[in-house]
Every structure is written in C-alpha cells, then in structure tokens.
C-alpha cells in the first residue's frame, strides 16, 4: 500500500520515555506486551448472539450441486436459488440469487457475478439491523473467489414504512461469506471484522495484525461503531486473542495493528511507547509515500519519499481514523 501524502515528519530524534510498567532494556516484544497488558489475559471471550435464521452453503471440498433454501421470520423471506451455466469444456458454474419476499410478495433480488465455482459460498441471514424500519433486515453475503478474498455483503432493507425495499452495499472484506451478530446483547446485529485497512500495510498477509472493526446499519446506511463504549469488552477480547502469540520476526505488521487496537481501548500512548522501543528498523515494508496526491491511475507524479516506520503508522493511522496520542 503506497500512503498518497507526505508530511513533515513529527517524531525526528525524540528521546524514549518509558512509562510505568512499559518495557525494559532486554525485553522481547512478546514480554513487554504481556507486562504492559497483563490486566487482558483473562477477559472473557464475547462470542456475541445469534438466533437469526441462516443459511451457510457452498465451499464443500467435493463438487456438489447446491440445492434451494430458504428462511423466513414474521413476514419476511429470503429464498437462495442459482443460475446455471456451462462453459464450451463443460465445467459447470453456479451463480446464487436471493429474492426476498414479504407476505409472499417479491421485494427484491440480488445476484452475483459469481466466484466461477460449481458450489459457490453464500450466507444468507434474516436479523434486526435497522430498528428504524418496521421489518428486519436480510443480509446477503457473496464470495468473489481468490486468495484472501473477499466477502461481497449487502443488507437488503425496507424505508421507513415498509413500502420499498432496497440493497444497501456494506462492503468487501477479508474472508468468506460473514453474517452479522449482536455484538453487545442489546438486540441489534452488528458485523464484527477485522479492519482491513491494516491488511499488507507494513507487512505479509500472514504477517498483519488487525484491530477489530465494527459496522452497523443505522437509518439506512453502514456506518463505523467500533468507538462506542458498549464494544469495549468485544474490543478487550479481541486485544486478549491478539497478544496470545506475538511475534519474534516481521514485527511492524503485529504492532500497527496492535497500537491501533489499543487506541481503541484509549491506551495508545503506551502502545506507541512501546512501538518505538520494538519495531523493527532493518523492515521497509509500507514505507514510502508521495509529495503530492498520486493521479486517478494511483501513479505518482511527485516523488517517492522513504518514512520511518513510527511516521509512516501515524499517517496510516490517521488517514483510518485513529487518533494518535504520543
């Protein structure tokens, strides 16, 4: 990932302060993330709610022929069928389509491009999103095909009064086919991810680390929750997984996402603090940027400047929405 603005670097020579209970000279990364966050080894795990109608098919290690399913809740029905196609050598692909149906009465119908598989993967989900609306919501999640990639997800919805129904994109993500949860018990589906953003930045694939990233639907439209008080133990929870098996090698890409998690948790100036005394300054993964905007091609037509790894995080950081705190 190239960053598209340079910035006059902030950090320059600044000495280390450590701060209480913060790492010391000889430390593994590992012992002083344990030390600093000893307070999270034993948070209970928040696995969420759901009671929600399903359906989880496709991805089967041998080639199967998909049947038709469908669920309903109340009024509203969500019904999973496929088109059929067949190449020139005969292989056989399926592209899935779900129609939603309300007092049997089609609504709407959304089908993909497919991920050109026999037996594709697709969820499918009827949950309550959108208490602004007098139905609950049908949740439609697609797989593109391709390594680490991706989950095509949409939430079919109604206006207002029930009289429209419309398909509001939430997004392509890490993974296969995901379905929403009620993340804090209060009702509400929520989708619990991890946030991409972090995904290849500094590091491998393998190699990134990634703070938890929540979405909702809120009056018809997708919007970022992660902030809100009621998912900090979800938040907790997900620091707690995150520092069980801390690197030895490629260290920048487990601490962006660790100093984003831990921003999210209000505790970003230990983490920073504990970046700067770890990461890792042989890496040159991530760290170079354009003078100016790069052009609608995502060239750069200025030139290329090579950051340090604590100035390149906190321009990632902040172009995601993190606030840095040093």
Same mark, same amino acid.
């Given at each position: ?17 450590? $701060?209480?209970?913060? @790492?010391? /000279? ?11 966050? #000893? ?23 041998? #080639? /199967?022929?998909? =049947? ?9 029905? @969500?019904?999973? *069928? ?64 391709? @390594?680490?990639? &991706? ?8 206006? @207002?009064?029930?009289? #429209? ?12 086919? =995901? ?17 991409? #953003? ?5 590091? &491998?694939?393998? &190699? ?15 919007? *970022? ?13 997900? $620091?707690?997984? =995150? ?33 700067? /005394? ?21 060239? &750069?037509l200025g030139k290329t400047v090579k950051l340090t790894f604590p100035d390149a995080l906190e321009l990632a950081l902040k172009e995601s929405g993190y606030n840095v705190e040093k």
């Amino acid at each position: 990932m190239v960053l598209r603005r340079l910035r006059i670097p902030l950090l320059g020579l600044l000495g280390l302060v450590l $701060l209480p209970g913060l @790492a010391v /000279a000889g430390q593994s990364l590992a012992e002083a993330v344990r030390q600093l966050d #000893a307070k999270y080894l034993d948070v209970p795990e928040v696995a969420g709610i759901d009671n929600a109608p399903r359906i989880e098919a496709g991805g089967g290690e041998e #080639a /199967a022929e998909p =049947m038709p399913q469908d669920i309903s809740q109340g009024p509203v029905k @969500a019904a999973l *069928t496929y088109v059929e196609s067949t190449d020139e050598d005969g292989s056989v692909t399926r592209n899935p389509v779900v129609t939603v149906f309300v007092d049997d009465r089609e609504v709407a119908k959304i089908e993909t491009d497919g991920s050109g598989q026999e037996d594709p993967p697709v969820s499918v989900q009827i949950a309550e999103l959108d208490p602004s609306n007098p139905h609950p919501e049908v949740v439609v999640s697609f797989f593109t095909g391709g @390594a680490h990639c &991706c989950s095509d997800t949409n939430v079919i919805l109604s206006n @207002a009064d029930g009289t #429209a129904w419309t398909a509001l994109e939430v997004g392509e993500f890490d993974g296969g086919p =995901m379905l929403a949860v009620d993340l804090d018990g209060d009702g509400r589906y929520e989708f619990e991810i991890r946030d991409n #953003a972090f995904l290849y930045t500094f590091a &491998c694939y393998a &190699c990134s680390e990634t703070p938890l990233e929540v979405l909702a639907v809120e009056n018809g439209a997708v919007k *970022t929750v992660s902030g809100d008080p009621r998912f900090r133990p979800a938040h907790e929870a997900w $620091l707690k997984n =995150m520092i069980v098996d801390v690197p030895e090698d490629d260290v920048n890409g487990f601490l962006a996402g660790y100093v984003g998690e831990k921003i999210r948790l209000g505790e970003g100036k230990s983490a920073w603090e504990l970046m700067l /005394a770890h990461y890792d300054k042989d890496s040159d993964w991530g760290l170079e940027t354009c003078d100016q905007d790069l052009d609608e091609n995502g060239q &750069c037509l200025g030139k290329t400047v090579k950051l340090t790894f604590p100035d390149a995080l906190e321009l990632a950081l902040k172009e995601s929405g993190y606030n840095v705190e040093k």
